[in-house]
């Protein structure tokens, strides 16, 4: 079709002496959307060019027009180590696309995730999951990467994860909200987290309640039920951490400012003094 006839040009051109004609070619190839043996082949030695232009372009479009195909992973993996940050980047960002296709490249991936390039640790974290749930150890010492939105990427896609991550999810919660100061870290909840947060504010213990209320307080609005019902617990700490949550969460409806306005007389100094700030 009217595709391959474009790209079969391109493809060649990839050959060129002229490092700004390869680049361009690269770049197009991805933008056609065009793909066959030849072409990813075409891109997969353009990953190994000598201009950096040429690398990313490659890299970009295989992430573009590689699905299916196989080929394209260990190109993508050898890019892992480029010199290049963005690069490197571009490649944890295409082996995502490609899903568990990609299930190969998932130790290289997670070797980047001691990158000195924020940029790289954040693009693994978002890349991981997509591939491979079995990633969740090293999505959970990503809870403690020292950027907040390392930290953020992978504890939201720990909670999409949902039962197998749960414990590393609460337990990175306590870390996180204890240590750092991501007041600005929150995710998404899914229907499958909520499930299970609930589920442990239900079946644990005091401790576990106490981590399960930190993990809360990192999602939006949709885990401000569980807080108010947490905001009754016999244990003080719990209803403390739960009434801060909802304070910080924000929200105002008459349910949230009802519970703030109860917690004002808890019999715990603790409980009134956040009630009363929040």
Do not use: Y
């Amino acid at each position: 079709h009217a595709a391959s006839k474009a790209t079969r040009p391109l493809a060649r051109a990839l050959m060129e002496d002229s490092r700004t004609v390869r680049a361009a070619s690269a770049k197009s190839l991805g933008a056609i959307g065009d793909s066959d043996g030849e072409i990813i082949n075409s891109l997969c030695d353009a990953v190994l060019d000598s201009s950096h232009e040429v690398r990313l372009n490659a890299v970009q479009s295989l992430g573009q027009v590689g699905a299916g195909w196989p080929e394209a992973v260990p190109a993508l993996e050898s890019a892992l180590h480029d010199e290049i940050a963005a690069i490197r980047s571009a490649a944890c960002r295409a082996l995502g696309g490609l899903g568990p296709l990609a299930r190969s490249a998932v130790p290289a991936l997670e070797a980047r995730m001691s990158d000195e390039s924020v940029e790289v640790r954040r693009c693994v974290a978002a890349a991981l999951p997509k591939i491979d749930l079995a990633a969740v150890p090293t999505l959970t010492r990503a809870l403690d990467d020292k950027d907040s939105e390392v930290r953020r990427i992978a504890a939201s896609a720990l909670s999409g994860i949902g039962l197998a991550a749960m414990p590393a999810l609460i337990q990175g919660f306590g870390r996180t909200n204890e240590d750092s100061d991501d007041s600005d870290l929150t995710i998404p909840a899914t229907d499958s987290s909520l499930a299970e947060l609930e589920a442990q504010l239900e079946a644990g213990d005091g401790l576990t309640r106490e981590q399960v209320v930190s993990a809360l307080a990192s999602h939006d609005q949709s885990g401000l039920p569980l807080l108010v019902r947490a905001a009754s617990d016999r244990v003080p700490e719990v209803r403390r951490r739960s009434i801060a949550a909802i304070g910080r969460i924000g929200a105002n409806d008459h349910l949230t400012v009802g519970t703030l306005i109860k917690a004002v007389a808890d019999k715990d100094l603790t409980v009134r003094r956040d009630a009363v700030t929040a």
